[in-house]
């Protein structure tokens, strides 16, 4: 039995979303039907992002285990044969026996496209989110930069999501005009339900002069979704790339309001060890903080987390 790791690229305008679901068509559904075609198996993908209907994507993975005699590097040459065309499997790959794309530390990145023009242009109407009113880039991009780092961004979660906590690190963060396209990018270690869509609708609220660029920062900092813009439509959004992080940074400080901390993977590879030091905290973020940051060091490779803090010292052991 091998485990195949699967790069995907779609136009997700006729279906409904990622996972298979009984109210239509999914791209799961087809690779699923395709994959079970070429390899006589009856093959069920896993997906590393469930993008909703009418978000596009360039590279997000899928697993899956078969006992097919078919090279791996071959896969996806056979199955897109029998894949409709606005799917493609970009690349093929025996992965590790334990390997899942969302155990793993990636980063995952996303672009939001608004064309910002007095009419639409019916050729990018699928690709792109059309809005006639000026945008003003420069406070959108002052907006954003609020938003880089580690924060808990439960104001741009939409209700229904499953996620066990609302923190997550945005490494990039801009938004870029060319001609009449404006482009919003984010890179980060994951994104809750709409998040990035969420994102974008508050973005563009800043950029009609509903409010300055600095009420994004209360509005993070609220915690509340009802303070944050609409969700952006979904055919503004494509998932471009989850590329998986070999190394993280040997030494990387996060800090917000509520926390300030640093991770220490100096002994990593000799100790299986990280040190987590704590300069600051407020006390109900102290819990999850510690949790989110083990769970990093156990898919990187440690066996525990020392947390240090005030000359006290606490480890975390993994499985435990």
């Not at 947390?307 to 993994?318: D, L, P, S, W, Y």
């Amino acid at each position: 039995m091998k485990r195949i790791r699967l790069v995907v690229a779609y136009d997700g305008t006729a279906y409904c979303g990622w996972q298979i679901q009984a109210n239509g068509r999914t791209v799961e559904e087809m690779l699923n039907k395709a994959l079970s075609r070429i390899t006589g198996e009856d093959i069920h993908v896993q997906g590393a992002s469930r993008t909703d209907a009418g978000v596009h994507a360039l590279g997000n993975i899928a697993i899956f285990d078969t006992d097919t005699k078919i090279p791996p590097e071959k896969i996806c040459y056979a199955v897109n044969q029998w894949l409709p065309d606005d799917i493609a499997v970009q690349s093929s790959e025996e992965a590790p026996a334990g390997y899942h794309p969302r155990k793993c530390n990636s980063l995952k990145t996303y672009e939001y496209k608004i064309l910002n023009r007095p009419f639409p242009d019916p050729t990018r109407r699928f690709t792109s989110c059309f809005r006639h009113w000026p945008l003003d880039v420069e406070r959108m991009q002052e907006a954003i930069v609020y938003l880089r780092g580690e924060h808990d961004f439960a104001s741009f979660c939409s209700a229904g999501s499953q996620a066990e906590d609302t923190i997550r690190k945005l490494y990039e963060a801009s938004v870029e005009k060319q001609d009449d396209m404006i482009t919003i990018r984010l890179v980060g270690d994951g994104f809750l339900y709409n998040m990035v869509r969420i994102i974008a609708g508050t973005l563009m609220e800043a950029g009609r002069g509903a409010y300055s660029p600095s009420h994004v920062e209360e509005i993070l900092n609220a915690r509340d979704r009802r303070l944050s813009g609409p969700k952006a439509p979904a055919e503004g959004l494509t998932l471009v790339s989850i590329r998986h992080v070999a190394s993280m940074p040997v030494r990387e400080r996060n800090q917000n309001q509520w926390i300030d901390y640093t991770v220490d993977r100096s002994l990593l590879e000799t100790e299986k060890e990280v040190l987590m030091e704590i300069h600051r905290c407020v006390s109900s973020e102290r819990e999850r903080m510690i949790a989110r940051t083990a769970k990093h060091a156990f898919w990187d490779g440690a066996e525990k987390l020392r947390v240090r803090e005030g000359g006290r010292e606490e480890i975390f052991a993994k499985n435990h």
